[in-house]
């Protein structure tokens, strides 16, 4: 087994996740500590920006050299502050960019500066090899859902409520279906921003107060993505265009926030069209389950048991950087990361590169 520590920054922008996780890439031992380490305003509102300039960069700019440095610089700050020593680090750094129909997804951060920040081997670009070869590159987590879900009862759905939604589910056979199910956190974190001046609808309040409106959401269900049958991945902005010209910008701060909370569990009962099985409940991870709107919405809009992923024993707010602890063991091992089944890849699919530290 190797000692990890896995490192998230999710598409929501809020922070670095960290977590120490013992693994050998398949098996999951000892869970350490984990913490998050939020970015100041203007990291986040830096990176915000990245992602609507990301696909006129060419690499080379000074202010993504600067943004790179500064992420890169708060996750070793989140590696020490663990403060557990460790044999490998798995650093997913953010997404800025992701279009697979293009093969393009970029992830920021600086591997080499990771490694010699912590004087730790850092695991890194987990994406690309996979869509290289065809693949839509994410999600990647459901080997690692597979891994943690091994004694419960199947077929079982694992929602990930982060800035955009994601589904595995297991069968009974232990077959894996996995893909992006629409927006979640993302919108509605820049709505409360825009109309509320807060970084994010503390406890589904301003949904809570408002009315989902009917035409709009008539209007986003007939969204392409939503009948698409998988594998199929999302981009934080994919979105942007549609809720726009649905016409959410019309709706009082209350209403928009409902009619986004009403859209994202739309999108997961549209993706409940997709499984090969009714699964015998949802386990929920992600921030969004901390908002009861949201819940209760998907409870609304779902057949089975909708919990949180803590009911069965596992950390909602730990599960993403734990698993890239655990990837990273897989990468170090030179097991595959991605399948047909989680992102369309051709066949199994190793993935990920290793950065030593300075003089090793
Ligand atoms: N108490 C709360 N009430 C409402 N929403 C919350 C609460 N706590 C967290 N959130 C939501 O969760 C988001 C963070 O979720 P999370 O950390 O899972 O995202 P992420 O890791 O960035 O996403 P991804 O899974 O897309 O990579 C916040 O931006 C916010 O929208
Ligand atoms: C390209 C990218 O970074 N995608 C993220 C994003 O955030 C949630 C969803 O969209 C998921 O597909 C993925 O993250 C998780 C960690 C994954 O790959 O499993």
């Known amino acids: 087994m190797l000692r990890t520590i896995g490192l998230m920054s999710g598409t929501s922008l809020d922070g670095v996740d960290a977590a120490w996780v013992e693994t050998d890439g398949e098996r999951i031992g000892r869970l350490g500590p984990r913490l998050t380490l939020p970015y100041d305003p203007a990291l986040r509102r830096d990176l915000r920006a990245l992602l609507d300039a990301a696909p006129g960069l060419g690499g080379d700019e000074p202010e993504l050299a600067d943004c790179v440095r500064r992420l890169t610089e708060r996750h070793a700050e989140a590696v020490a502050a663990l403060g557990e020593p460790a044999d490998l680090i798995g650093f997913h750094?953010?997404?800025i960019l992701h279009r697979p129909a293009e093969r393009r997804t970029w992830q920021i951060g600086d591997a080499a500066l990771l490694a010699?920040?912590?004087?730790?081997p850092v695991a890194f670009d987990f994406r690309s090899a996979d869509v290289a070869a065809g693949g839509q590159g994410a999600p990647l987590v459901p080997v690692v859902h597979a891994a943690l879900a091994e004694?419960?009862?199947?077929?079982?759905?694992?929602?990930?409520?982060?800035?955009v939604a994601n589904v595995t589910w297991i069968g009974e056979d232990g077959a894996l279906l996995a893909f992006d199910t629409g927006p979640a956190n993302g919108p509605l974190d820049d709505w409360a921003q825009r109309r509320a001046g807060r970084p994010f609808d503390r406890d589904g309040a301003l949904a809570a107060a408002g009315r989902p409106d009917g035409a709009v959401l008539a209007r986003l269900l007939g969204h392409p993505y939503l009948a698409a049958p998988p594998p199929k991945s999302l981009d934080r902005l994919d979105f942007h265009r549609a809720l726009g010209a649905a016409g959410i910008e019309h709706l009082s701060a209350e209403d928009g926030a409902a009619t986004?909370?009403?859209?994202?569990?739309?999108?997961?009962?549209?993706?409940?069209?997709?499984l090969p099985a009714p699964p015998r409940q949802w386990l929920v991870t992600g921030g969004g389950r901390r908002n009861p709107a949201l819940m209760r919405a998907l409870a609304g809009a779902l057949a089975e048991p909708v919990r949180p992923v803590e009911v069965a024993g596992w950390?909602?707010?730990?599960?993403?950087?734990?698993?890239?602890?655990?990837?990273?063991?897989r990468v170090a091992r030179g097991l595959p990361l991605t399948f047909p089944g989680t992102t369309g890849a051709p066949r199994p699919l190793p993935g990920g590169r290793i950065q030593p530290p300075p003089g090793r």
């Open 93 to 95: 750094g953010q997404t």
């Open 116 to 120: 010699r920040l912590t004087g730790m």
């Open 260 to 274: 986004l909370v009403a859209f994202c569990a739309v999108c997961v009962a549209a993706a409940a069209r997709h």
């Open 151 to 163: 004694a419960l009862p199947k077929p079982l759905a694992v929602l990930n409520l982060g800035g």
């Open 315 to 329: 950390d909602g707010d730990a599960l993403e950087a734990q698993a890239f602890g655990v990837l990273a063991a």
